[in-house]
């Protein structure tokens, strides 16, 4: 009887004990259940975005605000998207999101061709970020700061509804201003993490600078007008 009893309460124990590792669920990081990436649907939708781009962009009227509206959607919503989590790398230039890595440059480059922006990939991501700022930005929105409050202090100043490049002293990636939100959205070098999106004030990358070069890239009308036509 002794036998059976400690035999109860050892199985007992191993069972109290499987359900104690496992019962905080809080602790779990939810991307442990995410799903493989399907590569195949991922690049056959992106496929699929470009051409609706190509197709709707179109319909608008070079001198019209609403495409303007339409280049912000789609890039911040849905470009941007496709390429999160896709890897960094000094030397990477891919041109396929979430396949092989990118470096902040191309990131930058890459995901305008994809909007339709027609641009010289390769050359214009291996300037200087100023270069990057000043051959894509609306010239008069240009603006180089040594401080980040300074560089806050401009953002407030501006619409709340825009797109920017903004260059770090050896980085380079957009800007996004929506509302009082305002966010990083980049190749990020720091541990090698690849694209991601996130605030403004919070990203290493941004703190660690001691310059800025920032210019608006949607309040360039000779570029949408020449985004509309191509």
Not at 59 to 77: G, H, T, V, W
Not at 95 to 115: H, Q, S, W
Request: glycine share 6%.
């Amino acid at each position: 009887m002794k036998k059976y009893t400690l035999l109860f309460y050892g199985s007992m124990f191993i069972l109290t004990a499987c359900f104690n590792e496992q019962s905080p669920v809080s602790n779990v990081i939810p991307s442990v259940f995410k799903p493989q990436l399907d590569t195949l649907a991922h690049l056959r939708g992106y496929k699929l975005l470009q051409e609706k781009i190509s197709r709707k962009k179109q319909q608008f009227s070079p001198q019209a605000n609403k495409a303007e509206d339409y280049f912000f959607d789609m890039l911040n919503d849905s470009i941007f998207g496709y390429w999160m989590q896709t890897p960094w790398d000094f030397n990477g230039h891919t041109d396929t999101p979430r396949k092989g890595e990118i470096a902040c440059g191309y990131f930058v480059t890459t995901t305008l061709r994809d909007m339709g922006v027609r641009l010289q990939r390769y050359k214009l991501a291996q300037q200087a970020a100023s270069v990057i700022v000043e051959k894509l930005c609306e010239p008069n929105s240009m603006k180089r700061y040594a401080s980040l409050q300074k560089l806050n202090d401009y953002l407030k100043a501006r619409s709340e509804q825009e797109i920017y490049i903004l260059g770090l002293d050896y980085h380079v990636g957009f800007v996004v201003r929506k509302g009082e939100e305002v966010f990083f959205v980049h190749s990020d070098y720091i541990g090698r993490t690849g694209v991601k999106r996130e605030k403004l004030n919070a990203s290493q990358a941004i703190r660690t600078s001691q310059s800025y070069v920032i210019g608006s890239l949607t309040a360039n009308k000779n570029l949408m007008q020449k985004w509309v036509k191509n």
